[in-house]
């Protein structure tokens, strides 16, 4: 979870999970939504994350020929699995003819056909985060412990390599603490640590460092030091990375930065707070829900970055005032031919969430109901 800080967000969750009866449920619900985005692709899946302690990740589809947007869909596909999908939905990603899904505090990563979401098997991770693919292989983060805000943690995470083809773990690579995000790029893979655990309440406890681990011996090659509290990390065109830090919700404010590939450090920094991003082509599109413990409040905020120049140029990709209209955005995608723009709104975490469709212009083209939390993206292409 994003914001607030993770704490506060565990303790908050545990406690409505327990009020959990009152909200009312769909169960694959299917409803009609404009199909004209096919252009190559046969459409999307959505991960929807549910609250912790609450067993409720669901998967969603937006089929592009038919229009129809299907929610609760490993449920109704995968009848006779115990406590379907699991619990906290975390990443997502296509990989070949198998589609998978992170699912964080069942400590697993859930394997399923991309046509027809039927369940293949499983990979158990403990407290597994993100996902990334090369050669063959799958490259997985983990926190390794349980999730506890501790100060005094003392179990570092590691990146785990698991053959597609056995879904068997072959190696591991241990990192810093609570690793986050990577990145596959130049024979490398790049790992954001957050130390998201151990930070609440002392920023210096925070980790502050990407792990550069050699793809060819899955050794940690080098650590380069850029901010407190990282989360995401991608790779542009270029193979130069952006990586972003969360902050520490008080003083420190969340920012963009930039890690020059050849000279391996960061060399830019963009005034600019994100939670969560997409890169198409040139334009990252960022958003950020921005907690402070100092307010007690969130500072929204939409933007895109050319990573070309490093210049943001524009504060809000939705122009028609729709913004106004989300409470929390959670998750983002471009589409790479239309460049409609999706955003989902967690609302207030508890009931099902939603997701609106723009396009390039940042015009309200429609919105649908979700499953709880709506947050990760994997587009699905035609053959």
């Known amino acids: ?37 096919q252009n190559g692709f046969a459409g999307f899946y959505l991960l929807n994350e549910g609250n912790m302690g609450s067993n409720k990740s669901t998967l969603d589809y937006f089929d592009y020929a038919s229009g129809k947007f299907q929610r609760n869909i490993y449920a109704a596909i995968n009848p006779n699995v115990p406590k379907e999908l699991g619990d906290v939905g ?3 990603a296509i990989y ?47 926190y390794a412990g349980p999730i506890e805000v501790n100060p005094n943690y003392t179990q570092k995470g590691y990146v785990a390599k698991i053959d597609t083809t056995t879904l068997a773990m072959v190696d591991k690579c241990i990192v810093g603490y609570q690793p986050d995000g990577l990145e596959i790029t130049n ?9 998201g655990y151990m930070g609440a309440g002392n920023t210096e406890k925070y980790e502050r460092t990407v792990s550069v681990i050699d793809l060819a011996t899955f050794k940690e090659d080098k650590r380069i030091d850029v901010a407190y509290n990282l989360h995401h990390i991608k790779a542009d065109k270029r193979g130069d990375l952006w990586v ?12 963009l930065y930039f890690i020059d590939k050849l000279q391996q450090k960061v060399t830019d920094t963009l005034p600019i707070a994100v939670s969560n991003y997409y890169l198409d082509g040139d334009s990252l599109y ?4 921005e907690w402070s413990y100092i307010t007690y409040s969130n500072v929204i905020t939409y933007g ?22 989300i409470e929390i955005p959670y998750g983002i995608m471009v589409h790479p031919v239309t460049k409609d723009i999706y955003v989902t709104d967690a609302g207030n975490y508890v009931s099902p969430g939603l997701l609106y469709c723009f396009t390039k212009e940042g015009k309200k ?19």
């Open 244 to 255: 972003t830090s969360r902050g520490d919700y008080k003083k420190l404010a969340s920012r």
């Open 96 to 142: 070949g003819n198998r589609l998978y899904a992170v699912v964080n505090a069942s400590n697993k990563v859930e394997v399923m056909d991309a046509r027809t979401a039927r369940r293949i098997g499983q990979i158990q991770i403990p407290n597994c985060r993100y996902i990334k693919f090369d050669k063959g292989f799958a490259y997985i983060t983990s």
């Open 286 to 289: 960022v958003y950020s829900t």
């Open 365 to 383: 083209k429609w919105s649908v109901r979700t499953g709880d939390i709506p947050a990760h993206f994997a587009l699905l292409p035609k053959s």
């Open 187 to 195: 024979g490398k893979i790049y790992v954001a640590n957050s130390g």
């Open 304 to 325: 895109i970055v050319n990573t070309r120049t490093h210049e943001i140029v524009s504060r809000s990709f939705i122009t028609d005032g729709t913004d106004k209209e």
């Open 90 to 92: 975390n990443d997502i």
């Open 1 to 37: 979870m994003r914001t607030p800080a993770l704490f506060f967000i565990v303790l908050l969750l545990f406690v409505v999970s327990s009020c959990r009866k009152d909200v009312e449920v769909f169960m694959n619900e299917d409803t009609s939504l404009d199909s004209s985005a």
